[in-house]
């Protein structure tokens, strides 16, 4: 969040925040949180890229930026743009451009709607590969799977059920049999369902959600909240009798959680 004290509501009152912003809003305002990533944007305006061979850049700031990646895709939500700074942002950008700008490490609700909109959808394998349900395996797949069968079976126990099949990362590739002859696709789809149901590896659990609900969001940004107030200022400065917040203006605001408060 910055080295300053100043809290403004915008740090910790995100009542406004909406459902389809929650996750992005999540992931960036606790970035903020982080003296390393915040020294990480100064030091990308720092380097003068701009003026920099794409090398010199690189071995400037890159083994952290590869640090900050190995979160994964949600931290696409902060990273873009970490190069820019106002002079950048002033530019004329081509109408089809992105809307995106220097504006980390400010409040995500400070940020043009647009920005917001476009930083807001997180990527997934399932999006950026893309990822299928189910499909045909690669044919040099087959010439792994006998020798991986016939070397898990001969270090079987008696009556051990060993599947014919490879665990590629996520992915299960194997020998199958689909009886298109007899089934409709209905049917077939009716019976697959079944089979995963019952084989499903325990490693990978039914991700029946694809994430969290609103509602989860929105209480890990109260949580960031209330790690914020009391880090800042008393229980005094931050609740009166009528059970209301200081900011740091000295005006009142609702505080989540209060008396009243939703």
């Not at 709607?113 to 930083?119: G, H, L, Q, S, T």
């Not at 997180?122 to 006998?146: M, N, Q, T, W, Y």
């Not at 099949?165 to 209905?186: H, K, M, Q, R």
């Not at 005006?251 to 939703?262: D, E, I, L, N, Y």
Request: charged letters at 30%.
């Amino acid at each position: 969040m910055g080295d300053s004290t100043e809290l403004d509501a915008l740090d910790w009152n995100f009542d406004r925040v909406p459902d389809s912003e929650l996750v992005a809003c999540c992931y960036w305002e606790f970035a903020r949180e982080s003296a390393f990533i915040r020294d990480v944007k100064r030091r990308c305006i720092d380097s003068k890229w701009c003026h920099m061979a794409n090398r010199e850049a690189w071995a400037f700031v890159g083994a952290d930026i590869e640090r900050i990646q190995s979160i994964g895709y949600p931290a696409e939500v902060f990273l873009r743009g970490f190069f820019f700074d106002e002079a950048e942002d002033r530019k004329p950008r081509h109408p089809e451009a992105p809307p995106i700008t220097g504006s980390f490490p400010r409040p995500w609700q400070t940020v043009a709607e647009a920005e917001r909109k476009d930083r807001a959808p997180i990527r997934s394998d399932r999006k950026a590969i893309p990822l299928v349900p189910f499909r045909r395996g690669h044919a040099f797949f087959a010439e792994d799977i006998a020798p991986w069968y016939k070397s898990r079976r001969a270090g079987a126990k008696p009556g051990e059920e060993i599947p014919p099949s490879l665990f590629l990362a996520s992915s299960e590739v194997g020998v199958f049999e689909i009886n298109w002859g007899t089934f409709a696709n209905d049917e077939l789809a009716a019976g697959f369902r079944k089979w995963a149901k019952a084989n499903r590896p325990q490693q990978f659990p039914n991700p029946s959600g694809q994430g969290h609900k609103p509602g989860d969001w929105r209480a890990n940004l109260t949580r960031l909240a209330v790690m914020r107030l009391p880090a800042r200022f008393t229980a005094m400065d931050l609740v009166d009798p009528a059970g209301t917040a200081s900011r740091p203006s000295g005006k009142r605001s609702s505080f989540p959680g209060a008396s009243g408060a939703t």
